[in-house]
């Protein structure tokens, strides 16, 4: 069903945003530069990126490839839902630790791949349904995003929501029958979870404007007008033997909607053209500024998905194809991204959900405000805690639950109750708060918390 997919000449664009906090890439001038992908992406600002198998980190001639051509890494299946989460509530990161440690030691970001799928699915949670698959996909993107916390550069938060064919609506899943709101809240639980984490849609079929990439554009603009936290789609771009010929045009359109965009799973099927669609697709990420980088679908075309397509830029024996040398001459030949970040549209909302209250003029102690993402049967709030003038070095903050209303997790505090009345103190980390500093965390829960108001006091 898969390969069928892939021979539709899928168009997909990914957009991510800068660089975690603390995530180095080289975008200096380096040796190498103008000869490896690795070195003549950083050179344009950008990175060039591979899905790993973390298996094969140990196989020596795959390993060689990867770090020396490759500095963003995204894991093919082990940061998925079934590979994080095979058993509910019992979390799983053997392999993308690995794939995290792998990259730290190499000088390679890492994008998340992919928080809320509807394949690959843990069984238990395809057999859930309703308020308690909406509550269990919550608690999921909460608990991998903050595992990884401060370790990705951008997240596939949610990863094909969209249909094929000409309805430019939703994909049929049980995700989806949790209410068209899913997608929201799940980038309301990653920011809240990941602050540092670019928060990207990502989806295939998407490689022109067409009706799918439509709908997936009016999904962006509308969470750009009301502040959901979005900051990037990804363009997977599993290609056929052609390219639509506004595959540029499609990625500058959601660039001007103020969100980044990637190339997150290139592959290209093998034929005359490989070679020349590997080169447009580059050159067209290289002249759209917010285009910040391409991920191809593994290394070399044995590691495919794509069984005999031999698609991807290095041959069985690692060799280096056409293709490869169309991307670097492609990367070689474009145009860095400006020094100065690209201007959002002065339209551009604000990035809080407009439902927050104005965040409190700093006053001696400490002010909450809570933003509340509900759905029938649960919640997540998000709350945000402003040091007085006089700074704190810890902070308190109560909430009266209505009743029915039952906290069941709690991220970056420590609750105690979980009814009626609550309280959450500060961790270690977020205690010592400057003047007017702010600081986040939050609590998921049973039940409605509408209309709950917090008390904030500071020691
Ligand atoms: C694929 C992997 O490459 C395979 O190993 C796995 O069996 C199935 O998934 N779109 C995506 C990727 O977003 O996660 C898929 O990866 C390929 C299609």
Redesign the pocket.
Known sequence: M?HR??LRAAVTVAVTGALAAGMTMALTTSANAGTTLRASAAEKGRYFGA?V?TGKLSTGAYTTILNREFNSVVA??EM?WDATEPQQGRFSYTGGDRLVSHAQANGMSVRG??LL?Y??EPGWAQNMSGSALRSAMINHVTQVATHFRGKIYAW?VV??AFADGGSGGRRDSNLQRTGNDWIEAAFRAARVADPGAKLCY?D?NTDGINAKSTGIYNMVRDFKSRGVPIDCVGF?S?LGTSLASDYQANLQRFADLGVDVQI??LDVMTGGNQANIYGAVTRACMNVSRCTGITT??VRDCD??RGSDNALLFDCNGNKKAAYTAVLNALNAGPAIPTDPPTDPPTDPPTDPPTDPPTDPPTVGCAASVSLNSWTGGFVASVKVTAGSAGTSGWNVGFTLPSGASVTNTWSATASGSTGTVRFANVNYNGRLGAGQVTEFGFQGTGSASGVTPTCTAS
């Open positions: 898969k997919r892939v899905a198998a093919e299946n998925k791949h992919a799928w394949q690959q596939d990863n094909e990502n295939y997977q599993h997150t799973e679908w593994g495919s998905w």
